[in-house]
């Protein structure tokens, strides 16, 4: 067991301790913001045929060589063709084919010239212009080629990728299953949130701010109440978690308190313990471990240390375990609207929001970035990174951050 390692040091344990939950098929039309489980090969050319990308007339272009306002040329009309047919007739010389938009382009044509370009009438058009091969004409394959690399497994499955599967005919993708994370909220002064709390107990804010942020990644939050301090009540209740879920998060009792106690019940529940603490700040007091391949995340009491260590250290971790391909969050450098006044003896993370000025991608700070102070994270979509040893920083500041 590890203690206080640096907060990549904390990732790079908890990413090769997790593996992605199974495997399942699920009907295309609920699987918006579903992972998907295999990897799609285009194997159909789409569209699968030339068509037309207006309502005009298909034609040869050579046929049009001579067309002026003065001099145009007169084509004979064969038939007319709209989506979903297909013509019974070949273009040839001195001849055309009305079609209508998405129509397939006939043999012989190489061109498509819009109807309100031409003078028509039920049997020919005439053209006042020269025309040229391949204009208005969508070729097959122009959106995807047969044999194209279309999605990598782990893609998160958004509109384009749904509309993509569901042109290549797969109505039945295999995704990964929606994971369960159990939620164990500790400390005998926690009441739930409604309840009119008695003098000395709080309200349990942690199970609805991690719920929230479970659902928002796709996971699905098994909430399992809220245990006293009790060893061996939190190991039951643990026990329980890991029985029915794919993961488990507890917050409270993690520190080093006479009632600490989620450790001694880690121990109790036979979970063997990867590092408790990480040199961070907040969110530096934490237990993580693992118990049959399934990972038990011990977060802090405090709301905002429980969070910013469930951003920091615990999210790439889930994010596999969704099955997602991109573990990491992505980083962006940040330039402070305004200073933060504190020294930063451990590695600190400030929350914040992104906001362009004058070109630059710049991060508003609230002034409240302490262990117990959540409303300060509402609307933040980003968290900078300050060195440890820093003292305090200017407005200005340039700095590394990840998106939230």
């Known amino acids: 067991m590890l203690n206080n390692p640096g907060y990549e040091k904390a990732q790079e344990l908890l990413l090769m ?10 009907p295309l039309s609920q699987c918006c913001g579903r992972i998907l489980a295999q990897v799609l090969i285009a194997q159909e050319n789409v569209p699968a045929f030339d068509r037309s990308a207006y309502d005009g007339y298909a034609l040869r272009a050579e046929d049009t060589a001579s067309a002026s306002k003065g001099s145009p040329v007169t084509l004979q009309i064969l038939e007319e063709i709209s989506a979903g047919l297909t013509p019974t007739q070949n273009v040839v010389a001195g001849t055309a084919i009305k079609v209508l938009t998405g129509a397939p382009i006939p043999e012989g044509a190489d061109v498509v010239v819009m109807y309100e370009k031409t003078n028509f009438t039920e049997k020919t058009v005439k053209l006042f212009s020269p025309l040229k091969a391949g204009d208005n004409v969508v070729r097959m394959g122009e959106d995807v080629q047969k044999g194209t690399l279309l999605a990598q497994s782990g893609t998160v499955i958004d509109p384009g990728l749904a509309g993509t599967l569901a042109a290549q005919g797969v109505v039945m993708p295999l995704v ?4 369960r994370v159990a939620i164990l909220s500790t400390g005998s002064e926690l009441v739930e949130a409604d309840i009119v709390p008695e003098e000395g107990k709080i309200r349990n804010a942690n199970r609805y701010m991690l719920e929230s942020a479970l659902r928002q990644l796709g996971c699905e939050p098994v909430n399992l109440g809220i245990a006293g301090d009790s060893v061996m009540e939190i190991s039951a209740l643990l026990n329980k978690g890991l ?3 794919d993961a488990l998060i507890t917050t409270g009792g993690v520190s080093v308190g006479d009632y600490d106690l989620v450790p001694a019940a880690m121990e109790e529940s036979g979970i063997e313990v990867l590092f408790r ?12 471990g693992t118990k049959d391949g399934k990972l038990i995340c011990g977060l802090s009491g405090n709301p905002a240390s429980s969070l910013t260590n469930y951003y920091a250290v615990l999210l790439p971790a889930l994010r596999k375990l969704t099955g997602r391909r991109v573990y990491l969050s992505q980083e962006v450098q940040v330039t402070l609207s305004n200073g933060f006044s504190k020294k930063s003896p451990k590695t600190r993370f400030l929350r914040g929001m ?6 630059v991608v710049c991060m508003e700070v609230p002034k409240a970035q302490g262990n117990v102070v959540l ?3 509402i609307g933040c979509n980003v968290m900078a990174v300050v060195p440890e040893g820093s003292g305090s920083l200017d407005a200005g500041t340039v700095l590394k951050g990840f998106l939230l």
């Open 17 to 26: 301790a997790v593996k992605p939950v199974k495997m399942e098929a699920v």
């Open 243 to 245: 029985a029915g879920c």
């Open 176 to 179: 990964y299953k929606i994971p």
């Open 375 to 377: 409303s300060s994270s």
């Open 277 to 288: 603490g990480v040199d961070m700040k907040p969110g530096m007091a934490c237990a993580y």
């Open 354 to 359: 992104l906001e362009l000025k004058n070109g």
